[in-house]
């Protein structure tokens, strides 16, 4: 059988966009999201908005420890609770650190500090992006193919791993309760700027007596930086009360 032109420009143009198409597929993530991923995503997204009503209604203390380049810091205590702009307000608690030594350590003192701080404020502004997690972009993880579900049946626990989320070869993982309709614990894996400066945050959650869901402990760990930062929460209670 002869091919004409016509015949090979077409057959060149299908291969070409079935590759296109292939390539497209797999920028996107992996195998479709299954059916009941989609239907714990829905729970979890429902959890999630109801949640973070109840958890504006109340006052909390923060204890914040951190170990620098392998040095215990003194603690820090806040008190916390949301503001008008949905984001969480921090009050110093107790005495604060005084400086020491003469002025020019002092002086130095002062700028390693600022420097931390904003290393800090970026990391702050990162982990935005994914706590609290987003209905809207955990719901776009369904269309790119970067949601997979795994499940912990001993434990009545369902794994909802995220990958892409925030940035390019990032990955988050929430352990939901779906018959408490409540978060165990969140995992977060993602990087500063480069993927050599890494940034891992590991989050437990848990529950107040009127059902509401909140991070018991935080765990920070900036290995670029030697810093690792544990945060507590505690003592829960009503605004007004």
């Known amino acids: 059988m002869r091919l004409t032109t016509n015949t090979i420009r077409t057959a060149v143009m299908i291969a070409a966009i079935a590759t296109v198409t292939s390539f497209a597929a797999a920028q996107a993530g992996g195998s479709a999201v299954s059916a009941e991923a989609k239907q714990k995503l829905a729970a979890l997204k429902q959890s999630v908005a109801a949640n973070q009503q109840k958890l504006h209604k109340y006052q909390w203390t923060e204890v914040q420890q951190l170990t620098l380049k392998g040095e215990t810091k003194p603690q820090q205590q806040f008190m916390c609770q949301y503001g008008p702009d949905g984001n969480v307000e921090k009050y110093p608690m107790g005495p604060q650190e005084q400086p020491s030594g003469g002025r020019f350590k002092q002086k130095m003192i002062a700028k390693k500090k600022a420097e931390m701080q904003d290393y800090l404020g970026e990391v702050k502004s990162l982990l935005a992006a994914y706590l609290p997690p987003n209905p809207q972009k955990m719901q776009e993880a369904v269309g790119t193919h970067n949601l ?36 165990s614990n969140i995992n977060v894996n993602t990087y500063m700027g480069e993927a050599k400066d890494k940034v891992t945050l590991m989050i437990s959650y848990s529950t107040l007596p009127d059902g509401t869901n909140y991070p018991e402990k935080t765990t920070l760990d900036l290995p670029a930086k030697q810093m690792h930062i544990t945060t507590l929460n505690t003592n829960y209670r009503k605004l007004g009360m």
């Open 148 to 183: 997979s579900l795994s499940q912990d049946a001993a434990a009545g626990i369902v794994n909802l791993t995220f990958t892409n989320y925030a940035q390019q070869g990032d990955q988050m993982v929430i352990a939901f309760d779906p018959k408490a309709k409540s978060i």
